[in-house]
Protein backbone atom coordinates (compact mmCIF):
# COMPACT_ATOMS: atom_id res chain seq x y z
CA UNK A 1 0.00 0.00 0.00
CA UNK A 2 2.77 1.92 0.77
CA UNK A 3 4.78 1.70 -2.25
CA UNK A 4 1.82 1.99 -4.29
CA UNK A 5 1.28 5.41 -2.48
CA UNK A 6 4.93 6.95 -3.39
CA UNK A 7 4.39 5.42 -7.10
CA UNK A 8 1.48 7.44 -7.09
CA UNK A 9 2.89 10.44 -5.55
CA UNK A 10 5.73 9.98 -7.80
CA UNK A 11 3.40 9.90 -10.88
CA UNK A 12 1.78 12.65 -9.94
CA UNK A 13 5.16 15.01 -9.22
CA UNK A 14 6.46 13.98 -13.00
CA UNK A 15 2.79 14.50 -14.63
CA UNK A 16 3.05 18.22 -13.44
CA UNK A 17 6.43 18.70 -13.70
CA UNK A 18 5.40 17.64 -17.58
CA UNK A 19 2.80 19.77 -17.81
CA UNK A 20 4.59 22.67 -16.76
CA UNK A 21 8.04 22.05 -19.22
CA UNK A 22 5.16 21.42 -21.88
CA UNK A 23 3.14 24.61 -21.15
CA UNK A 24 6.48 26.77 -21.05
CA UNK A 25 7.11 25.23 -24.49
CA UNK A 26 4.29 26.05 -25.64
CA UNK A 27 4.30 29.82 -24.14
CA UNK A 28 7.88 30.41 -25.98
CA UNK A 29 6.53 28.73 -29.25
CA UNK A 30 3.35 31.33 -28.92
CA UNK A 31 5.66 34.10 -28.03
CA UNK A 32 8.07 34.34 -30.03
CA UNK A 33 6.39 36.10 -32.96
CA UNK A 34 5.02 38.26 -30.44
CA UNK A 35 8.57 39.75 -29.76
CA UNK A 36 9.59 39.96 -33.62
CA UNK A 37 6.21 41.98 -33.58
CA UNK A 38 7.13 44.30 -30.61
CA UNK A 39 11.13 44.15 -31.35
CA UNK A 40 9.63 45.66 -35.05
CA UNK A 41 7.79 48.56 -33.52
CA UNK A 42 9.90 49.57 -30.53
CA UNK A 43 12.70 49.63 -33.23
CA UNK A 44 10.42 51.78 -36.03
CA UNK A 45 8.22 54.20 -32.89
CA UNK A 46 11.82 54.93 -31.32
CA UNK A 47 14.17 55.56 -34.42
CA UNK A 48 11.05 58.06 -35.76
CA UNK A 49 11.16 59.95 -32.73
CA UNK A 50 14.46 59.86 -32.38
CA UNK A 51 14.43 61.76 -35.86
CA UNK A 52 11.72 63.82 -35.56
CA UNK A 53 12.89 65.46 -31.91
CA UNK A 54 16.41 65.48 -34.11
CA UNK A 55 15.23 67.58 -36.97
CA UNK A 56 13.09 69.58 -35.40
CA UNK A 57 14.65 70.09 -31.43
CA UNK A 58 11.09 69.65 -29.77
CA UNK A 59 10.49 66.89 -27.30
CA UNK A 60 6.56 66.64 -27.77
CA UNK A 61 7.20 63.95 -30.63
CA UNK A 62 7.65 61.52 -27.59
CA UNK A 63 3.69 61.46 -27.32
CA UNK A 64 3.76 59.45 -30.24
CA UNK A 65 5.16 56.63 -27.66
CA UNK A 66 1.12 56.47 -26.99
CA UNK A 67 0.54 55.67 -30.81
CA UNK A 68 2.69 52.28 -29.93
CA UNK A 69 -0.02 49.99 -28.01
CA UNK A 70 -2.62 51.39 -30.57
CA UNK A 71 -1.07 49.87 -33.88
CA UNK A 72 0.80 47.07 -32.01
CA UNK A 73 -2.53 45.38 -29.76
CA UNK A 74 -4.39 44.70 -33.02
CA UNK A 75 -1.73 43.88 -34.96
CA UNK A 76 -0.78 41.33 -32.61
CA UNK A 77 -4.04 39.75 -32.26
CA UNK A 78 -4.25 39.83 -36.33
CA UNK A 79 -1.02 37.70 -36.55
CA UNK A 80 -1.67 35.44 -33.62
CA UNK A 81 -2.73 31.78 -34.39
CA UNK A 82 -6.32 30.22 -33.32
CA UNK A 83 -4.36 27.94 -31.30
CA UNK A 84 -3.20 31.13 -29.47
CA UNK A 85 -6.86 32.27 -28.62
CA UNK A 86 -8.00 28.65 -27.58
CA UNK A 87 -4.75 28.04 -25.38
CA UNK A 88 -5.54 26.89 -22.30
CA UNK A 89 -4.56 29.48 -19.48
CA UNK A 90 -2.14 28.04 -16.56
CA UNK A 91 0.26 29.33 -13.96
CA UNK A 92 3.12 29.77 -16.37
CA UNK A 93 0.99 32.24 -18.65
CA UNK A 94 -0.45 33.90 -15.54
CA UNK A 95 3.39 34.70 -14.28
CA UNK A 96 4.22 36.13 -17.35
CA UNK A 97 1.15 38.51 -17.70
CA UNK A 98 1.85 39.17 -14.64
CA UNK A 99 5.34 40.16 -15.38
CA UNK A 100 4.93 42.40 -18.12
CA UNK A 101 1.63 43.77 -16.55
CA UNK A 102 3.68 45.03 -13.70
CA UNK A 103 6.15 46.40 -15.69
CA UNK A 104 3.74 48.33 -17.45
CA UNK A 105 2.48 49.83 -14.48
CA UNK A 106 5.56 50.61 -12.79
CA UNK A 107 7.06 52.11 -16.30
CA UNK A 108 3.72 54.17 -16.64
CA UNK A 109 3.99 55.31 -12.80
CA UNK A 110 7.53 56.58 -13.47
CA UNK A 111 6.27 58.43 -16.84
CA UNK A 112 3.28 60.22 -14.79
CA UNK A 113 5.37 61.37 -12.04
CA UNK A 114 8.32 62.74 -14.27
CA UNK A 115 5.84 64.59 -15.96
CA UNK A 116 3.71 65.95 -13.06
CA UNK A 117 7.02 66.72 -11.50
CA UNK A 118 8.74 68.48 -14.94
CA UNK A 119 5.40 71.11 -14.52
CA UNK A 120 5.48 71.79 -10.98
CA UNK A 121 9.51 71.93 -10.30
CA UNK A 122 10.31 75.76 -10.38
CA UNK A 123 13.85 74.91 -11.27
CA UNK A 124 14.28 74.24 -15.53
CA UNK A 125 17.06 72.29 -14.08
CA UNK A 126 15.96 69.72 -12.42
CA UNK A 127 13.13 69.26 -14.48
CA UNK A 128 15.37 68.74 -17.39
CA UNK A 129 17.55 66.08 -15.32
CA UNK A 130 13.92 64.18 -14.27
CA UNK A 131 12.91 64.03 -17.58
CA UNK A 132 16.14 62.92 -19.10
CA UNK A 133 16.95 60.03 -16.19
CA UNK A 134 13.23 58.40 -17.36
CA UNK A 135 14.70 56.25 -20.94
CA UNK A 136 17.44 55.02 -17.81
CA UNK A 137 14.64 53.82 -15.21
CA UNK A 138 12.42 52.47 -18.28
CA UNK A 139 15.15 50.40 -20.09
CA UNK A 140 15.85 48.91 -16.66
CA UNK A 141 12.60 47.98 -16.17
CA UNK A 142 12.07 46.45 -19.18
CA UNK A 143 15.25 44.86 -19.02
CA UNK A 144 14.36 43.68 -15.35
CA UNK A 145 10.86 42.27 -16.70
CA UNK A 146 12.92 40.56 -19.75
CA UNK A 147 14.77 38.71 -17.79
CA UNK A 148 12.21 37.44 -14.87
CA UNK A 149 10.10 36.36 -17.92
CA UNK A 150 13.10 34.22 -18.94
CA UNK A 151 13.46 32.83 -15.41
CA UNK A 152 9.58 32.15 -15.30
CA UNK A 153 9.73 29.81 -18.50
CA UNK A 154 13.34 28.86 -18.04
CA UNK A 155 14.60 29.68 -21.23
CA UNK A 156 18.46 31.15 -21.41
CA UNK A 157 17.75 33.54 -24.37
CA UNK A 158 15.13 35.60 -22.79
CA UNK A 159 16.96 35.54 -19.78
CA UNK A 160 20.43 36.69 -21.81
CA UNK A 161 18.58 39.21 -23.70
CA UNK A 162 17.20 40.60 -20.82
CA UNK A 163 20.53 41.74 -19.17
CA UNK A 164 21.82 42.69 -22.46
CA UNK A 165 18.85 44.99 -22.65
CA UNK A 166 18.68 46.38 -19.15
CA UNK A 167 22.60 46.29 -17.84
CA UNK A 168 23.50 47.37 -21.30
CA UNK A 169 20.83 49.79 -22.35
CA UNK A 170 21.74 51.34 -18.86
CA UNK A 171 25.27 51.78 -20.07
CA UNK A 172 24.32 53.85 -23.06
CA UNK A 173 22.03 55.81 -21.50
CA UNK A 174 25.05 57.01 -19.43
CA UNK A 175 27.08 56.99 -22.76
CA UNK A 176 24.74 58.02 -26.08
CA UNK A 177 23.66 61.79 -24.58
CA UNK A 178 20.81 63.52 -22.54
CA UNK A 179 18.50 64.64 -25.38
CA UNK A 180 16.55 62.94 -28.35
CA UNK A 181 19.94 60.37 -28.54
CA UNK A 182 18.02 58.59 -25.37
CA UNK A 183 15.51 57.24 -28.13
CA UNK A 184 18.36 55.48 -29.24
CA UNK A 185 18.25 53.27 -26.34
CA UNK A 186 14.48 51.37 -27.52
CA UNK A 187 15.80 51.46 -30.54
CA UNK A 188 18.46 48.89 -29.30
CA UNK A 189 15.80 47.17 -26.79
CA UNK A 190 13.71 47.16 -29.79
CA UNK A 191 16.53 45.02 -32.18
CA UNK A 192 17.19 43.26 -29.21
CA UNK A 193 13.67 41.80 -28.66
CA UNK A 194 13.30 40.61 -32.64
CA UNK A 195 16.29 39.21 -32.55
CA UNK A 196 15.65 37.10 -28.97
CA UNK A 197 11.77 36.15 -31.00
CA UNK A 198 14.34 34.71 -33.52
CA UNK A 199 15.87 32.92 -31.71
CA UNK A 200 13.49 31.88 -29.84
CA UNK A 201 11.22 30.69 -32.54
CA UNK A 202 14.13 28.42 -33.87
CA UNK A 203 14.77 27.28 -30.52
CA UNK A 204 11.07 25.50 -30.20
CA UNK A 205 10.33 24.32 -33.76
Known sequence: M???????????????????NNSRKDILRSNAKYYMIWGVLLTCFSLAIYLLWKSTGHAYWNLLWFAMPLVGFPLAKWIGSKEDAVRSENVISRITR???LTFCIFSCSVALFSILYSFINTSPIGAIAVGTSLSGQIILLFGMAETITGVALKNWIIKNAGVVTGIGGLAL??????????????TFAGIVLFITGILVKRQNR
Open 2 to 20: EQNKEMTASESLQLITETL
Open 98 to 100: GIW
Open 173 to 186: YYGIGLYEEQMLLF
